[in-house]
């Protein structure tokens, strides 16, 4: 069982900066991939950013050059820094984690709201 925790969304300014927390934990933590995705209201739910256990890194094109991920492996913790904020990133963002096994374990969300 993983348990997956986000933290850091807020309120924003159009061009400001967030940083999104992602702990996960679990007896024997490890995993596949780490990564964030984003719903807004009325829309699917998408990719933002994805990260392998072995560190290679993907980005949707949208939030490339503006999104920056990092992990810190004795934390267990993922973080997604967020800068050049716009309208148009206002979601709730999810954590998502794939074990070896294959098995996906999600976050509750956190808001992001970008203000014009």
């Known amino acids: 069982q993983v348990h997956v925790v986000e933290s850091g969304g807020g309120l924003v300014q159009a061009g400001g900066s967030l940083r999104l927390s992602c702990a996960a934990s679990?007896?024997?933590?490890?995993?596949?991939?780490m990564g964030w995705y984003r719903q807004a209201p009325g829309k699917q739910r998408d990719l933002v950013a994805i990260?392998?256990?072995?560190?290679?890194?993907e980005y949707a094109d949208s939030v490339k050059g503006r999104f920056t991920m990092s992990m810190d492996n004795a934390k267990n913790t993922l973080y997604l820094q967020m800068n050049s904020l716009k309208p148009e990133d206002t979601a709730v963002y999810y954590c998502?984690?794939?074990?070896?096994?294959?098995?996906?374990?999600w976050g509750q969300g956190t808001q992001v709201t970008v203000s014009a």
């Open positions: 679990g007896s024997t933590f490890n995993f596949d991939t």
């Open positions: 998502h984690v794939r074990t070896p096994r294959g098995r996906p374990y």
């Open positions: 990260i392998s256990s072995g560190g290679s890194a």
